[in-house]
């Protein structure tokens, strides 16, 4: 028994000699009642699932029959404390152990007292062990407890702290700006995005309202927005959607958002998260790309820089969001630039400012147009009213225009005209868009350019019809026209205007049209060819035509023209003769009039002038024509 005793004693520090006497004392008198006692344990200090607690039941009563064989009681004491910890993990409150204690002692010293009632001293040992038991049980467990309650609210505040970490390391590397507010809306998180967001930092915007962030004319809508969120329950909403908010950063610069809202309950109080994205330049870009296109369009669809320019300024202040817009040309003669054209948003006119644009002329480098137009590139001008070279400031600031931009029309080096655009809002330089307009204006000087190359080429084409088809007047109401070559519909057209404006002009009585040149002609201009016959008649002219070939006589044979109402002439000098005939004009050869022989001598009578002579001038010779004489009208019988 000592040496169980010696035992038992390594493993419980602070207990006597006389305790391990007891301790032992006790579990032999309780020895025939080992498992009922243990039982009675069990269900004073039990609890949980049954299932658990009759294997750690079965695994305690095992570890104390090996401590009472061997008088090594750690494992069952530590089993103890495992329970304990149970316990302790599940967060149920320890038991009373007075209450374990009261009823052991109701349980057990009568067993003790029945067993030692003949002996006093093993009485008065087993009762002193049994308490020094109940003790240290006790104290086990309680300590068991403690130690893995103060465990566990440790990990407990390990695993919260490690969170918050977590989640303040996501909140300040987050791309948005997000930001927090109390049921007051006053601002109780302000992460490092919404500081670079809103050009503030995150000690100055805590417990201010967000009304600080918002356009005055917004702040009260918004409170109320974000109240009656408040009342819906639901935890999440997009705000704004579809349109696009607007907000204000700390040095008063409007921008634009798009921003989602969310609500969490928290120690009785109601938060508000704002998740929020600054997209002024997505939507920049978008509204950059929509003026490419519009600007292309308008380049492609349009004839005329006119028309061109005036779509291009409403699409600039349509799409970028510019109130006046104009155009400045160069006056070559003076050196001067003048006002083309302006434009301005529906209701956003600025009439004293626009006169005045109208009225006035640049100097290279004087002013915005003028200096755009000495650099041959585009400028920026954040503020009008503060820019030194601005002449036309104290009208702007009448208006209420403030920033503006200008960028060249290109060709090359050389400046075709200025476009230049005004807002009613201060706005810092926008280096894209300056490089995006000076594309447009390349792409509005390359239009121009185009534009007058084809119009070079359409008088080319004209002068070159002209010549391909003359009318000519060899006399005095006799034209000719020689074709030569392809006639299209085109061509044919263009003679018939021709043909009909020198008949009208020169009141021409015949007209030649030689085809001999044309090989061929399809029948919608043979048709043609007839009409203009036709049209010249109605206007007092006789048409002859030469020189058709068998190919268009075939043709106008197979469309059924009524050749009776052509004078064809197989060649253009038979033509001529028959036009002079019809004229009744002689051509005389100048040899023949030299060889004519003299006059016969005066008789009574004079003698009738012979073939070829010449008749007194006055009566019909015409000297003029060199030798042209008019043949004898005949008489009606």
Same mark, same amino acid.
């Given at each position: 028994?000592?040496?169980?005793?010696?035992?038992?004693?390594?493993?419980?520090?602070?207990?006597?000699?006389?305790?391990?006497?007891?301790?032992?004392?006790?579990?032999?008198?309780?020895?025939?009642?080992?498992?009922?006692?243990?039982?009675?344990?069990?269900?004073?200090?039990?609890?949980?699932?049954?299932?658990?607690?009759?294997?750690?039941?079965?695994? #305690?009563?095992?570890?104390?029959?090996?401590?009472?064989?061997?008088?090594?009681?750690?494992?069952?004491?530590?089993?103890?404390?495992?329970?304990?910890?149970?316990?302790?993990?599940?967060?149920?409150?320890?038991?009373?152990?007075?209450?374990?204690?009261?009823?052991?002692?109701?349980?057990?010293?009568?067993?003790?007292?029945?067993?030692?009632?003949?002996?006093?001293?093993?009485?008065?040992?087993?009762?002193?062990?049994?308490?020094?038991?109940?003790?240290?049980?006790?104290?086990?467990?309680?300590?068991?407890?403690?130690?893995?309650?103060?465990?566990?609210?440790?990990?407990?505040?390990?695993?919260?702290?490690?969170?918050?970490?977590?989640?303040?390391?996501?909140?300040?590397?987050?791309?948005?700006?997000?930001?927090?507010?109390?049921?007051?809306?006053?601002?109780?998180?302000?992460?490092?995005?919404?500081?670079?967001?809103?050009?503030?930092?995150?000690?100055?915007?805590?417990?201010?309202?967000?009304?600080?962030?918002?356009?005055?004319?917004?702040?009260?809508?918004?409170?109320?927005?974000?109240?009656?969120?408040?009342?819906?329950?639901? #935890?999440?909403?997009?705000?704004?959607?579809?349109?696009?908010?607007?907000?204000?950063?700390?040095?008063?610069?409007?921008?634009?958002?798009?921003?989602?809202?969310?609500?969490?309950?928290?120690?009785?109080?109601?938060?508000?998260?704002?998740?929020?994205?600054?997209?002024?330049?997505?939507?920049?870009?978008?509204?950059?790309?929509?003026?490419?296109?519009?600007?292309?369009?308008?380049?492609?669809?349009?004839?005329?820089?006119?028309?061109?320019?005036?779509?291009?300024?409403?699409?600039?202040?349509?799409?970028?969001?510019?109130?006046?817009?104009?155009?400045?040309?160069?006056?070559?003669?003076?050196?001067?630039?003048?006002?083309?054209?302006?434009?301005?948003?529906?209701?956003?006119?600025?009439?004293?400012?626009?006169?005045?644009?109208?009225?006035?002329?640049?100097?290279?480098?004087?002013?915005?147009?003028?200096?755009?137009?000495?650099?041959?590139?585009?400028?920026?001008?954040?503020?009008?009213?503060?820019?030194?070279?601005?002449?036309?400031?104290?009208?702007?600031?009448?208006?209420?225009?403030?920033?503006?931009?200008?960028?060249?029309?290109?060709?090359?080096?050389?400046?075709?005209?200025?476009?230049?655009?005004?807002?009613?809002?201060?706005?810092?330089?926008?280096?894209?868009?300056?490089?995006?307009?000076?594309?447009?204006?390349?792409?509005?000087?390359?239009?121009?350019?185009?534009?007058?190359?084809?119009?070079?080429?359409?008088?080319?084409?004209?002068?070159?019809?002209?010549?391909?088809?003359?009318?000519?007047?060899?006399?005095?109401?006799?034209?000719?026209?020689?074709?030569?070559?392809?006639?299209?519909?085109?061509?044919?057209?263009?003679?018939?205007?021709?043909?009909?404006?020198?008949?009208?002009?020169?009141?021409?009585?015949?007209?030649?049209?030689?085809?001999?040149?044309?090989?061929?002609?399809?029948?919608?201009?043979?048709?043609?060819?007839?009409?203009?016959?036709?049209?010249?008649?109605?206007?007092?002219?006789?048409?002859?035509?030469?020189?058709?070939?068998?190919?268009?006589?075939?043709?106008?044979?197979?469309?059924?023209?009524?050749?009776?109402?052509?004078?064809?002439?197989?060649?253009?000098?038979?033509?001529?003769?028959?036009?002079?005939?019809?004229?009744?004009?002689?051509?005389?050869?100048?040899?023949?009039?030299?060889?004519?022989?003299?006059?016969?001598?005066?008789?009574?009578?004079?003698?009738?002038?012979?073939?070829?002579?010449?008749?007194?001038?006055?009566?019909?010779?015409?000297?003029?024509?060199?030798?042209?004489?008019?043949?004898?009208?005949?008489?009606?019988?």
């Amino acid at each position: 028994m000592g040496a169980t005793g010696s035992r038992e004693g390594e493993h419980q520090p602070g207990w006597s000699e006389r305790d391990l006497r007891g301790f032992a004392d006790l579990w032999e008198a309780l020895g025939p009642h080992h498992d009922a006692i243990w039982e009675k344990i069990i269900a004073a200090v039990g609890g949980g699932d049954e299932r658990d607690l009759r294997r750690w039941a079965k695994e #305690t009563r095992e570890l104390r029959r090996k401590a009472l064989q061997e008088g090594d009681w750690a494992p069952f004491l530590a089993k103890l404390r495992e329970r304990g910890a149970a316990y302790a993990e599940a967060t149920a409150p320890f038991s009373d152990w007075l209450e374990v204690q009261a009823a052991l002692r109701d349980s057990l010293v009568p067993l003790i007292e029945q067993t030692y009632r003949d002996c006093p001293d093993k009485l008065a040992s087993a009762l002193h062990g049994f308490g020094r038991f109940s003790e240290t049980a006790a104290a086990t467990l309680c300590t068991s407890y403690v130690a893995a309650k103060e465990e566990i609210i440790s990990r407990q505040q390990e695993t919260l702290r490690s969170s918050e970490e977590r989640l303040a390391g996501i909140i300040s590397s987050a791309m948005d700006a997000i930001i927090t507010l109390d049921s007051r809306q006053r601002i109780v998180l302000f992460n490092r995005a919404a500081e670079i967001t809103f050009r503030c930092p995150a000690g100055q915007a805590m417990g201010q309202a967000l009304d600080r962030f918002l356009p005055a004319a917004l702040r009260e809508a918004h409170r109320q927005h974000v109240d009656e969120f408040g009342k819906t329950g639901v #935890t999440s909403w997009s705000m704004g959607s579809p349109r696009i908010l607007s907000a204000v950063r700390a040095d008063g610069d409007a921008f634009l958002i798009e921003a989602t809202i969310s609500q969490v309950e928290a120690g009785g109080e109601k938060y508000y998260t704002v998740i929020l994205r600054d997209i002024t330049e997505r939507r920049r870009a978008e509204q950059r790309l929509v003026t490419q296109q519009a600007v292309t369009r308008i380049l492609a669809e349009s004839q005329d820089i006119a028309v061109a320019a005036t779509g291009i300024l409403q699409s600039v202040c349509e799409s970028l969001c510019w109130e006046v817009g104009a155009v400045w040309t160069p006056d070559p003669e003076q050196q001067v630039l003048r006002c083309a054209q302006l434009w301005h948003l529906p209701g956003r006119q600025a009439p004293n400012f626009e006169a005045e644009s109208r009225r006035r002329v640049f100097m290279p480098g004087e002013g915005l147009p003028g200096r755009v137009w000495a650099s041959g590139r585009p400028a920026w001008i954040p503020d009008v009213l503060q820019d030194g070279n601005f002449p036309r400031a104290p009208l702007a600031a009448g208006e209420g225009l403030h920033a503006a931009f200008a960028f060249p029309i290109l060709l090359g080096s050389q400046v075709l005209g200025v476009m230049e655009f005004f807002s009613r809002a201060i706005q810092a330089p926008d280096e894209q868009l300056l490089r995006m307009m000076a594309a447009v204006g390349s792409q509005i000087g390359q239009f121009m350019e185009r534009r007058r190359a084809e119009a070079e080429v359409r008088r080319q084409q004209a002068a070159i019809r002209e010549l391909s088809t003359p009318v000519l007047q060899v006399r005095d109401r006799l034209l000719i026209v020689p074709m030569i070559g392809l006639i299209d519909a085109a061509r044919a057209r263009q003679m018939t205007e021709q043909l009909l404006a020198a008949v009208r002009r020169q009141r021409a009585g015949v007209v030649v049209i030689d085809i001999t040149g044309v090989a061929a002609m399809d029948s919608a201009v043979a048709n043609h060819l007839v009409n203009t016959v036709e049209a010249a008649r109605l206007l007092g002219a006789r048409v002859i035509v030469s020189g058709i070939s068998t190919a268009i006589a075939g043709t106008l044979v197979q469309i059924g023209v009524d050749l009776g109402k052509l004078v064809t002439m197989g060649d253009l000098q038979r033509g001529i003769e028959e036009a002079n005939r019809f004229l009744g004009v002689e051509v005389v050869s100048i040899d023949r009039k030299k060889a004519a022989p003299p006059a016969a001598a005066p008789g009574p009578r004079a003698p009738k002038p012979s073939a070829g002579s010449r008749q007194p001038e006055g009566k019909g010779s015409d000297s003029a024509r060199g030798g042209e004489t008019p043949l004898p009208r005949k008489r009606s019988a």
